[in-house]
């Protein structure tokens, strides 16, 4: 089965600062999905990418797909407190209907 | 926007209680999804339906059971509680293809006594 490693586990940034998180699978990626979660609520759909090199941008929040379709990441760029959450990244499989998750990265953002 | 409601957001059972989770979303989706959410152990499928009265089990369906007879509702239950199954449920909708993000629900979080 697919698994999906995100770094860091966790992450306390001050304001302003910019940020990656990583998310590495074991396997090809044919769909890549990025969620955040407020604490205690549940997921927010991002983006996703598909295709290797790609690139997508919400806000300040920006994921890129590598050409190889192992590995993502999300860059923040001047953080601010409304971005901390728990960041997932999730991967389709079983005929791309099922997604799987990551174990999260847990971003704290001071003033 | 799609909404995806859950029924409750925090649950006290007791230990061999039959528990149902309840599930509403209200954008026509036809894939549906039950997740539990533990520290450490992020997300895990318990079970997920393509369509009315299709389900289909996830990586762990055991202790648990579900029901989709109308295409919004989507119905998650606990056989026999048991406090291993004190846990975050989240439940999610989507449209077929992977294309499209899933719309989760704010979850239920579970505590067997």
């Known amino acids: 089965s697919q698994e999906l490693e995100q770094s860091p586990q966790s992450l306390i940034v001050q304001e302003g600062k910019n940020l990656t998180i990583n998310c590495t699978s074991s396997?090809?990626?044919?769909?890549l999905y990025w969620y955040k979660q407020k604490y205690g609520e549940g997921l927010i759909f991002l983006m996703m990418l598909q295709k290797g090199g790609e690139e997508k941008s919400h806000e300040k929040i920006t994921a890129k797909l590598d050409e190889k379709k192992q590995q993502s990441s999300l860059h923040i760029t001047a953080s601010q407190p409304s971005h901390a959450g728990i960041y997932l990244c999730g991967a389709g499989s079983g005929g791309y209907q099922k997604v799987t998750f990551g174990t999260g990265t847990k971003l704290q953002v001071i003033p | 926007d799609v909404k995806v409601t859950q029924s409750s957001r925090y649950l006290v059972k007791r230990t061999g209680e039959k528990v149902f989770l309840e599930c509403v979303q209200d954008?026509?989706?036809?894939?549906m999804f039950w997740y539990r959410q533990d520290p450490g152990l992020g997300l895990r499928l318990i079970y997920f339906?393509?369509?009315?009265?299709?389900?289909e089990k996830g990586d762990i369906p055991e202790g648990y059971s579900v029901s989709r007879e109308k295409k919004e509702r989507f119905s998650l239950i606990l056989e026999s509680a048991s406090t291993n199954q004190t846990s975050m449920y989240l439940c999610a909708s989507r449209q077929p293809g992977f294309a499209y993000g899933y719309t989760f629900g704010s979850g239920t979080r579970l505590t067997v006594v």
């Open positions: 954008m026509d989706h036809e894939n």
């Open positions: 339906s393509y369509d009315v009265k299709m389900k």
């Open positions: 396997k090809t990626l044919y769909g």
